[in-house]
């Protein structure tokens, strides 16, 4: 099976892309990256050697670059992203082009391939819990029919995709699925994040900024564990399908903050409390009962052992962390 996957060099895409060549030898993916400030080339160093995988330095919004791409697979699974809430605030208009316009291109070249060969093709639309915005302190859980309604630049951007998904496969018949989850941690994540950013300052005893009084809640998911949800969604899933994807795994910002403090052995004292971000929602939380009872999929992870595994993976990555760093700080 060969598929074009997108945002490959990204947090989740170089975990899905390093992930499924690993386990399964018939893959083959061309993976087509812009390496926006949040792509990294080097994080897909092991492949370069591997002729299952294509390294594609391009942009989703090439209409030509994309249609020649997707001529050459069988699906295509979408990361690609501007995927960060604080830079959304600052300056929506590129989450506005990649996560919408982008999305688009890509929705129209598979269309394109199909009306032209015949072919049908899978898309494949990675999207995120934060589309049906914030639950406040309802005590409630995020359903695939909870309303969509997004707070942010960026989570408005990321609804607007999904529904050209689905609009595209209403009118004009493609076969699409959208897997929504929640927060990622783990390898390879850029250290602008919450966990990542945190592990980097309380590693260097630098205070660690927390919004607000750290009260907001989110729901953490092992990468590993969401890039299987996503296999098994692509190979799985009826057309149309929606899934959420979750780890039943809710933390308090200033929890993970303590607990990252604690394995790092630093003092809460490094803890800075920040003017709060601008519409934060206060919870987001998953009901993964669907993914869970009709495909089968379960979390691997627990937090406690994730959470180490990736205090340590950012031990062994020094300069991986430094160079991307560097990016932010230039
Ligand atoms: N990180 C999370 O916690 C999380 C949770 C749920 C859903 N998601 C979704 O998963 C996807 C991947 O997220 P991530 O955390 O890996 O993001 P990321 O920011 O780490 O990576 C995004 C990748 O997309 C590439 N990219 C950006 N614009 C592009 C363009 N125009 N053309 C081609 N490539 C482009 C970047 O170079 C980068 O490699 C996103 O769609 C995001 O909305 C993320």
């Known amino acids: 099976m060969r598929l074009?996957?997108?945002?490959?060099?990204?947090?989740?895409?170089?975990?899905?892309?390093?992930?499924?060549?690993?386990?399964?030898?018939?893959?083959?993916?061309?993976?087509?990256?812009?390496?926006?400030?949040?792509?990294?080339?080097?994080?897909?160093?092991?492949?370069?050697?591997?002729?299952?995988?294509?390294?594609?330095?391009?942009?989703?919004?090439?209409?030509?670059?994309?249609?020649?791409?997707?001529?050459?697979?069988?699906?295509?699974i979408n990361f690609a992203a501007e995927s960060h809430v604080d830079r959304s605030i600052e300056d929506p208009d590129v989450f506005l082009r990649t996560n919408i316009l982008g999305v688009r291109v890509l929705l129209d070249a598979v269309r394109q391939e199909e009306k032209k060969h015949g072919r049908k093709l899978r898309f494949h639309q990675v999207s995120t819990d934060e589309v049906y915005g914030d639950l406040g302190d309802s005590g409630d859980y995020f359903r695939e029919?909870?309303?969509?309604?997004?707070?942010?630049?960026?989570?408005?951007?990321?609804?607007?995709?999904?529904?050209?998904?689905?609009?595209?496969?209403?009118?004009?018949?493609?076969?699409?699925?959208?897997t929504r989850c929640s927060n990622n941690y783990g390898p390879y994540q850029f250290p602008e994040k919450l966990i990542p950013l945190m592990i980097w300052k309380a590693r260097r005893g630098e205070k660690l900024p927390v919004y607000g009084k750290g009260l907001n809640v989110r729901d953490?998911?092992?990468?590993?564990?969401?890039?299987?949800?996503?296999?098994?969604?692509?190979?799985?899933?009826?057309?149309?399908?929606?899934?959420?994807?979750?780890?039943?795994?809710?933390?308090?910002?200033?929890?993970?903050?303590k607990r990252i403090l604690a394995e790092t052995g630093q003092p809460e004292e490094l803890i800075s409390y920040v003017a709060d971000r601008p519409g934060h929602d206060l919870r987001y939380?998953?009901?993964?009962?669907?993914?869970?009872?009709?495909?089968?999929?379960?979390?691997?992870?627990?937090?406690?052992?994730?959470?180490?595994?990736?205090?340590?993976?950012?031990?062994?990555?020094?300069?991986?962390?430094?160079?991307?760093?560097?990016?932010?700080?230039?």
């Open 4 to 76: 074009l996957v997108t945002g490959g060099a990204g947090f989740i895409g170089a975990n899905f892309v390093l992930r499924m060549l690993q386990r399964l030898p018939e893959l083959e993916l061309i993976n087509l990256d812009a390496l926006t400030y949040a792509g990294c080339r080097e994080s897909l160093a092991s492949l370069d050697a591997d002729p299952r995988h294509t390294f594609v330095h391009g942009d989703i919004l090439d209409e030509s670059l994309v249609g020649e791409l997707v001529a050459r697979v069988e699906g295509v």
């Open 145 to 178: 029919d909870t309303p969509l309604a997004p707070s942010s630049p960026y989570s408005a951007s990321k609804t607007s995709a999904d529904l050209l998904v689905g609009a595209w496969r209403r009118t004009f018949g493609l076969d699409t699925v959208i």
């Open 220 to 257: 953490w998911l092992h990468v590993e564990d969401h890039v299987d949800a996503i296999w098994e969604v692509y190979t799985k899933a009826g057309s149309g399908a929606v899934y959420n994807v979750g780890g039943s795994n809710e933390w308090r910002n200033i929890d993970i903050v």
């Open 285 to 330: 939380a998953i009901d993964a009962g669907r993914i869970r009872r009709e495909l089968g999929w379960e979390p691997s992870y627990t937090f406690e052992d994730g959470l180490k595994h990736t205090i340590q993976w950012y031990k062994e990555h020094d300069a991986w962390v430094d160079a991307l760093r560097a990016r932010v700080e230039s």
